[in-house]
């Protein structure tokens, strides 16, 4: 059966760096696209960061544009954020998500909690 | 703010039926076909419901249904049942600069 399990949340200091990571299993993860979906304590879900099966392509929103970087190691099954210059409002459940037809993501992980204070 | 606007909360009571709507633009609800909606419980990550407006995945009960009528798409629950109680969102495409947006969540409670 198809597992996402995230790693690497935790506390982290505003400014600070830090590499989240998803192992994925139970399908053939270098043949699908990987999200990372995040959601603030006690709010909706934000959409992060999008990377190609390939790795070729890779999309983010506005809000993390230029701060956070995905990235995929097919050879090892695993996808990464890697967040920098964090702030208070990066603080947020982590979720990867598999990619599905035009967007939609039909396998989620349990997230992994990233806070951000001093 | 969200990019997408749903209702904050909806209630029915068992057996009825309840609809959740997602107001977007031109840009992403109107402009594709690509509104997905997503259940998520309490502590738990989201479950994709519906995706390209109507399509169901395997495994989730026809009781759900989805539509779409210009920037509004909308999420159905016939006969409901109490273990639907939860958080629902939808979300949509929305081109090549912004990708993907959410509605703000629908709590939905059953009577």
């Known amino acids: 059966q198809v597992q996402l399990v995230e790693s690497g949340g935790g506390v982290v200091q505003p400014g600070g760096s830090l590499r989240l990571s998803c192992a994925a299993s139970?399908?053939?993860?270098?043949?699908?696209?990987m999200h990372w979906v995040r959601q603030a304590p006690g709010k909706g879900l934000e959409w992060v960061a999008f990377i190609r099966y390939d790795g070729s392509n890779q999309y983010y929103a506005d809000s993390v544009k230029g701060r956070f970087t995905i990235s995929r190691d097919n050879s090892k099954n695993t996808l990464y954020l890697q967040m920098s210059s964090l702030r208070a409002e990066d603080t947020a459940v982590y979720y990867c998500a598999k990619d599905f037809p035009h967007w939609a993501s039909d396998y989620w992980g349990q997230g992994t909690l990233v806070t951000v204070s001093s | 703010q969200s990019a997408l606007t749903q209702p904050r909360s909806v209630s029915g009571s068992p057996g009825q039926s309840v609809a959740i709507s997602c107001t977007g633009t031109s840009s992403d609800v109107g402009g594709y076909n690509y509104v997905s909606w997503y259940q998520q419980h309490p502590g738990r990550a989201p479950k994709l419901m519906i995706y390209?407006?109507?399509k169901r995945p395997s495994g989730v009960p026809d009781r759900f249904s989805g539509s779409k009528s210009g920037n509004t798409a909308s999420l159905t629950i016939s006969g409901l049942q109490a273990e639907d109680e939860a958080d629902y969102y939808c979300c949509s495409y929305a081109g090549i600069y912004t990708f993907v947006v959410f509605g703000g969540g629908t709590k939905l409670t059953v009577l």
């Open positions: 390209d407006v109507t």
């Open positions: 139970g399908f053939t993860f270098s043949s699908y696209g």
